[in-house]
C-alpha cells in the first residue's frame, strides 16, 4: 500500500499525477519484491478489438504503465469485424496463459459485440477490471474482491488528500457497472451516506448541492455547475468525453473550483489513478495466484 503521509499535495486541486506516481513507486518495489519470491514477474494479458484511436491510446499507456513497474504484458489485438466467437476465443487464450495474472479485454467493444459473455469469460481470479459479477457482489459484501479500476483509484485520491467520509453525504452521479455502482459500493464500505443519481433523476441539482463528496460519472461534458456544489464541497471529475475542443469532463472545472474545496481536472486527475490501481490490482491477483500455490 502507497503511504501519502509528509507528501505535499495542492490543497485546491486534486493532482492525480503526483497520487500516481507514489503509487506506482511503491508498485514497483512490491513488484520487485515478488518477483525475487516467486522468479517471474506479474503479468497482464489485454485484448484491443477495432482500430478506435481513443481505446489504442488507453492500451499503450497501460503497457507502458506495466514496463516501468516490471510488470510483464502480453498483448493481442483483433479487428474491428472480428465475431463474437473471435473476441471469446481469444479471451480463453489470455484467461489459459499461466503467464497472465490479470486480463483486460478494453471497453467499448465494437457495435454488434456483446460485452457480457466476454465479462463472464474472464474468472474472478484473473478480472483486473473487478466487472465479473463475482467482484462485484464480493465488493457489495464487503469481501476482497477486485474493484473496478476507476473507482478504486478515487478512493486512493480521496485518501491521499484526508477526505473524511465516515457520516459524509457523498453523491455519485451516473450509476453504471463499470464505474457508478462500483464507486457506490466503496463509500458505503467506508460509511458514507451515499445517493446514487441517473438521467432520470427528478431534480440532479437538488441532490448534488447537498453533496459533501460529489463524484461525477455521467459521461456529459460541462454537467456539474457551480451553482449545483454545496460550498466547501470535494468534487471527483470522473467524466472523459472527447470533443473538437479537447478533452472535456463533467464538470465545469473553472468555476467549480470557485465553490469546491477540492477539486479534480480533467485530464490529470482520475486518469492516471486508473492506471495506477490497474497496476495494483494486477499484482494483488498475482500475489493471490502465487499464495494458492505455495
Known amino acids: 500500500m502507497a503511504h501519502f503521509e509528509g507528501i505535499a499535495f495542492d490543497q485546491a486541486l486534486i493532482d492525480g499525477r503526483a497520487v500516481a506516481e507514489v503509487v506506482r513507486a511503491q508498485v514497483a518495489i512490491d513488484v520487485g519484491e515478488f518477483r525475487s519470491e516467486f522468479g517471474r514477474a506479474p503479468g497482464l494479458g489485454t485484448l484491443l478489438v477495432g482500430d478506435d484511436p481513443a481505446s489504442a491510446t488507453y492500451i499503450r499507456m497501460k503497457h507502458r504503465a506495466c514496463e516501468e513497474v516490471g510488470i510483464a504484458s502480453i498483448h493481442r489485438t483483433l479487428p474491428a469485424d472480428a465475431t463474437q466467437e473471435d473476441v471469446e476465443r481469444v479471451t480463453h487464450e489470455l484467461v489459459a496463459d499461466d503467464a497472465v495474472d490479470g486480463v483486460l479485454v478494453q471497453v467499448p467493444l465494437p457495435a454488434g459485440l456483446d460485452p457480457e459473455p ?125 470533443t473538437p475542443d479537447g478533452l472535456r469532463g463533467d464538470v465545469l472545472f473553472d468555476d467549480v473550483a470557485k465553490v469546491a474545496r477540492l477539486v479534480s481536472p480533467v485530464p490529470g486527475g482520475v486518469g492516471p489513478m486508473t492506471i495506477a490501481t490497474l497496476l495494483q490490482s494486477t499484482l494483488k491477483l498475482a500475489q493471490a495466484r502465487a499464495r494458492a500455490r505455495a
Open 118 to 242: 466476454v465479462i463472464l469469460a474472464v474468472p474472478p481470479t484473473k478480472d483486473v477490471d473487478g466487472f465479473h459479477p463475482w467482484n462485484l457482489g464480493a465488493i457489495a459484501s464487503t469481501l476482497d474482491g477486485i474493484a473496478s479500476c476507476t473507482p478504486q483509484g478515487v478512493m486512493t485520491l480521496l485518501d491521499a488528500y484526508d477526505v473524511p467520509l465516515v457520516g459524509a453525504e457523498a453523491v455519485v452521479v451516473g450509476r453504471s457497472r463499470t464505474v457508478g455502482m462500483p464507486m457506490a459500493m466503496l463509500l458505503l464500505q467506508r460509511n458514507a451516506t451515499v445517493t446514487v443519481t441517473h438521467h432520470l433523476t427528478r431534480d440532479l441539482a437538488k441532490a448534488t448541492r447537498e453533496a459533501d463528496v460529489l463524484i461525477v460519472a455521467a459521461g456529459v461534458p460541462g454537467l456539474i455547475t457551480a451553482d449545483m456544489v454545496k460550498p466547501g464541497a470535494v468534487v471527483v471529475d470522473i467524466g472523459t468525453t472527447h
